[in-house]
């Protein structure tokens, strides 16, 4: 009996819904739940508790900083507020190491908020190849679960990650055009993507992004944007839902801002007005999604032509 209850004191545990972050990653925390519980069957089935240690695959993967089936624990170096309720955070990383992302990717981060465990995924804006650090751009909500614990974090916190997740298979020079179209926080993606080609001088790709906002002081990482416009393959507009007029933006802003909620001619102009016919990146909210989408399908895009973060 007593060896008995040692196995099942060394069984698993299944997650909770709260600890997935709902964003298809692949291993999800289920996942894991399922490939640890088989590998404690089988070790138990044995009688072999040595089992249930994992094993290294390579010694590659030790020196990996992150992973998708395990936490690793960031120190977080710099809070850097960007609106009323939206912080950068930078983390530190081993002199001269990178995090190994590609473009697209995201990574969960892992909280406890009332004895409850909660993940979410975000994606990083620092550069691909940043060494030392990545940063993340997360907007704390008044009543979010995992805003509850974020809140907190301040200079020297540790917070747990893992990942990479996703992401889009991009190829220098493998598109003439893109259009980028971003509501709010979905801007993290289209971030390392621009600078990733910007950073190559061989990557001719013409880039558009459209950045929709509620109000011009609600535009985040204002000094990253206009460095990565001033190259000459890029171009950033801006769709502000809540200004009433362009007088009081900075002149810089005024000739590239639109008024009013991005709409089906606002889509149709933005695509016209591209050198080539784009291929379109979209990111923001379930609803600003469907909205791009609609607008897409009846100017003939195909799903072939667009990509959804």
Same mark, same amino acid.
């Given at each position: 009996?007593?060896?008995?209850?040692?196995?099942?004191?060394l069984r =698993?545990?299944?997650?909770? =819904?709260t600890?997935?972050?709902g964003?298809?990653?692949? *291993?999800?925390v289920?996942? &894991?739940?399922e490939?640890e519980?088989?590998?404690?069957?089988?070790?138990?089935? @044995?009688?072999?508790?040595r089992?249930?240690?994992k094993?290294?695959?390579?010694?590659? +993967?030790?020196?990996?900083?992150?992973?998708?089936?395990?936490?690793?624990? %960031?120190q &977080?170096?710099?809070?850097?507020?960007?609106?009323?309720?939206?912080?950068l955070?930078?983390?530190?990383?081993?002199?001269? $190491?990178?995090?190994?992302l590609?473009?697209?990717? $995201?990574?969960?981060?892992r909280?406890v908020?009332?004895g409850?465990?909660?993940?979410?995924?975000?994606?990083?804006?620092?550069p691909?190849?940043?060494?030392?650090?990545?940063?993340?751009?997360?907007? &704390?909500?008044?009543?979010?679960?995992?805003?509850?614990y974020? +809140?907190?974090w301040k200079?020297?916190d540790?917070?747990?990650?893992?990942?990479?997740?996703?992401?889009?298979p991009?190829k220098p #020079?493998?598109?003439e055009?893109?259009?980028?179209?971003a509501?709010g926080?979905?801007?993290? =993606?289209?971030? *390392?993507?621009?600078q990733y &080609?910007?950073?190559?001088?061989?990557?001719?790709v013409?880039?558009?992004?459209?950045?929709c906002?509620?109000?011009?002081?609600?535009i985040?990482?204002k000094?990253r944007?206009?460095?990565?416009?001033?190259?000459? #393959?890029?171009k950033?507009?801006?769709?502000?839902s809540?200004?009433?007029d362009?007088? $009081?933006?900075?002149?810089?802003?005024?000739e590239?801002t639109?008024?009013?909620?991005?709409?089906?001619?606002?889509?149709? #102009?933005?695509?016209?007005?591209?050198?080539? +016919?784009?291929?379109i990146?979209?990111?923001?909210?379930i609803?600003?999604n @469907?909205?791009?989408?609609?607008?897409l $399908?009846k100017?003939?895009?195909?799903?072939?032509?667009? %990509?959804?973060?």
């Amino acid at each position: 009996m007593a060896e008995n209850d040692e196995w099942l004191s060394l069984r =698993p545990c299944e997650p909770l =819904p709260t600890q997935c972050c709902g964003s298809g990653c692949k *291993p999800c925390v289920f996942d &894991i739940y399922e490939k640890e519980l088989m590998q404690w069957k089988q070790a138990r089935a @044995k009688g072999d508790q040595r089992l249930l240690s994992k094993s290294t695959e390579s010694s590659q +993967k030790d020196l990996q900083l992150i992973a998708p089936e395990k936490w690793s624990t %960031f120190q &977080i170096v710099c809070v850097e507020q960007q609106t009323a309720d939206t912080y950068l955070y930078r983390f530190q990383l081993p002199h001269g $190491h990178c995090l190994g992302l590609t473009v697209g990717q $995201h990574i969960v981060a892992r909280g406890v908020v009332s004895g409850l465990e909660v993940q979410r995924a975000y994606t990083p804006v620092s550069p691909l190849d940043a060494e030392g650090y990545f940063e993340v751009l997360i907007k &704390i909500y008044e009543d979010g679960l995992m805003s509850q614990y974020m +809140k907190t974090w301040k200079e020297g916190d540790t917070v747990c990650w893992r990942g990479p997740f996703g992401g889009f298979p991009y190829k220098p #020079n493998q598109y003439e055009q893109l259009l980028l179209f971003a509501s709010g926080t979905g801007i993290a =993606p289209m971030v *390392p993507l621009l600078q990733y &080609i910007v950073a190559d001088e061989e990557d001719e790709v013409f880039v558009t992004l459209v950045g929709c906002f509620r109000t011009f002081q609600d535009i985040y990482m204002k000094p990253r944007l206009q460095e990565l416009a001033a190259y000459w #393959n890029v171009k950033t507009l801006f769709v502000l839902s809540q200004e009433q007029d362009l007088k $009081h933006l900075l002149r810089s802003y005024q000739e590239k801002t639109y008024l009013g909620r991005v709409n089906g001619d606002m889509v149709k #102009n933005f695509v016209n007005s591209c050198r080539r +016919k784009p291929f379109i990146m979209v990111c923001g909210s379930i609803t600003f999604n @469907k909205d791009i989408l609609n607008y897409l $399908h009846k100017l003939g895009f195909s799903e072939d032509l667009y %990509f959804v973060f």
